[in-house]
């Protein structure tokens, strides 16, 4: 049968219409593709929850692809690679509990099984704001990345979901949001965004792991968000605590949604 140009696009439009409207309503949005974001929604959605993923970028997976300084080998200890290999991605023991795995299977693995799983996932949409009730989130603004880097006077559209995690990495966009517009305090010690601190590896995986949590009501933080959030030590090219983060994230938005049910 011959190729039909029209069938294509039409394909293609009505396809995507169907699974962004589908995608308005959900139990949890994530912001942010990086490891920390692609594991709570992989958990959550094999959890039994209805989770959509929004990614500024073109490609998935955050600052991962790089492993350290372009060299792209990962770094996990013991507890990150239980993660690894939940997930299928091989990895290797180099010494005293520090394993490696490649960058770019550990990043495209962690990808196709959290869509794989049922996670719809939106690149290029841009997350720019918060919706509230009161005091809580209840849902995101969101935008086409192209009308945020072109600076265009589109409106943006909204979407609704119980619980929204940040994982929008070092820049911890929708709790600068929050902070900026919301006039409420957010739930850190001082009641404003801390900031990150200079490196600690071995201090900074714990309190990566601590340090996610509820920063608002309805919005969790999770992997290096969580450390900017709550105040926290960077740790390097060590990604454990990201995989961890995502982990605990979920399982923690998880009891809440049981408890809600
Ligand atoms: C300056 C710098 C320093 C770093 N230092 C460290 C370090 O000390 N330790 C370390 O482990 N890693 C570091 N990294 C690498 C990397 O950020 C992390 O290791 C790791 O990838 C963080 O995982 P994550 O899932 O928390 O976030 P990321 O991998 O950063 O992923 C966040 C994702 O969120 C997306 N995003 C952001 N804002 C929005 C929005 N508004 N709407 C939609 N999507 C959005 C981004 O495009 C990105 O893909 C650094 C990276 C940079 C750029």
Redesign the pocket.
Same mark, same amino acid.
């Given at each position: 049968m011959a190729l039909d140009e029209v069938i294509i696009s039409q394909a293609i439009i009505e396809r995507f219409l169907h699974k962004f409207t589908d995608s308005l309503e959900v139990d949890v949005a994530v912001?942010? @593709? &990086?490891?920390?974001?692609l594991v709570a929604a992989y958990y959550l959605v094999k959890a039994g929850y209805k989770v959509s993923l929004?990614?500024?970028?073109l490609s998935i997976g @955050? &600052?991962?692809w790089g492993g350290g300084m372009m060299f792209n080998e990962i770094v996990v200890q013991e507890e990150g690679k239980r993660i690894l290999d939940v997930f299928g991605v091989k990895s290797e023991l180099y010494r005293d509990g520090h394993y490696t795995a490649d960058a770019v299977e550990a990043i495209s693995t962690l990808c196709s099984r959290t869509v794989q799983a049922g996670v719809k996932i939106f690149n290029l949409?841009?997350?720019e704001d918060v919706v509230l009730r009161q005091e809580r989130v209840v849902g995101l603004v969101l935008n086409w990345t192209a009308v945020e880097m072109a600076n265009l006077h589109v409106d943006p559209l909204t979407m609704r979901s119980r619980y929204v995690i940040d994982?929008?990495?070092?820049?911890t966009?929708v709790v600068k949001v929050i902070e900026r517009k919301v006039d409420a305090p957010l739930l850190t010690p001082t009641g404003k965004i801390m900031g990150e601190k200079s490196?600690w590896a071995e201090q900074a995986e714990l309190l990566t792991l601590e340090n996610t949590k509820e920063v608002f009501p309805g919005v969790f933080v999770a992997?290096?968000?969580a450390n900017a959030s709550f105040g926290a030590y960077?740790?390097?090219?060590?990604?454990g605590g990201?995989l961890l983060s995502g982990e605990k994230a979920a399982a923690l938005i998880g009891e809440r949604l049981k408890k809600e049910r």
């Open positions: 912001v942010g @593709g &990086g490891p920390a974001g929004f990614e500024r970028k @955050g &600052g991962m949409v841009s997350v994982a929008t990495g070092h820049a966009e490196l992997g290096m968000s960077r740790m390097g090219p060590i990604f990201m």
